[in-house]
């Protein structure tokens, strides 16, 4: 379910990320916490901008509430570790992603470029779920990020649906296409940072 070749990035993530995070866990945890925060905001967002929508109101509603439970489940996991939350950090990686959200196209152009937008962000996260899951020594963080790794793929797949509820199938798919190169470039021109997520 979590393979790159599923979740169709074209990059994939520098195995020396999930070595740095290892080591950084506390820093990776709280990223983490703001970014299922960031998720759920984007799911109200989405709903406060499209509330004509029906579908997309009624699957980001399901997704703001698992987006948030994520959100708690991480600080139960800084709580038991000792750890607080801590300010913000910036997410170079999502601005960036961001930036390719075309301004003044047609209304429901930009709804898919968000959407599209918001599926290569939970693509991303679930790779590197995958591999925390895979490659961190901590059984209990293995679970967790094995959990939240099922979940994302779920959101990834979501989102590139209703894509295509609201625009035309073949005009996703090359959307998706171009925003996907768009999506490697920005991987490969990031460092891998150890208090990052992305």
């Not at 992603?97 to 968000?114: A, N, P, Y």
């Amino acid at each position: 379910m979590a393979k790159t070749t599923i979740l169709r990035l074209k990059l994939p993530t520098d195995p020396r990320w999930v070595n740095i995070a290892e080591k950084n866990i506390a820093e990776i945890l709280i990223d983490h916490a703001y970014c299922e925060q960031k998720a759920a905001s984007n799911g109200i967002s989405l709903i406060v901008k499209y509330p004509d929508k029906t579908k997309l109101v009624e699957e980001m509603t399901a997704l703001v509430a698992e987006e948030w439970s994520h959100f708690e489940r991480v600080m139960e996991e800084l709580k038991k570790r000792g750890y607080t939350l801590g300010p913000n950090r910036n997410d170079e990686y999502v601005a960036e992603l961001t930036k390719h959200v075309r301004k003044g196209d047609t209304r429901e152009r930009q709804l898919m470029d968000k959407l599209l937008v918001s599926a290569l962000v939970e693509a991303r996260s679930c790779e590197r779920f995958k591999l925390l899951w895979k490659n961190i020594a901590d059984p209990e963080l293995q679970k967790f990020y094995y959990e939240l790794m099922v979940s994302e793929a779920g959101h990834y797949t979501s989102f590139v649906k209703l894509a295509k509820e609201y625009m035309p199938v073949e005009v996703v798919e090359a959307r998706f296409q171009e925003l996907l190169k768009i999506e490697a470039e920005i991987i490969a021109n990031l460092e891998p940072r150890p208090d990052r997520m992305h």
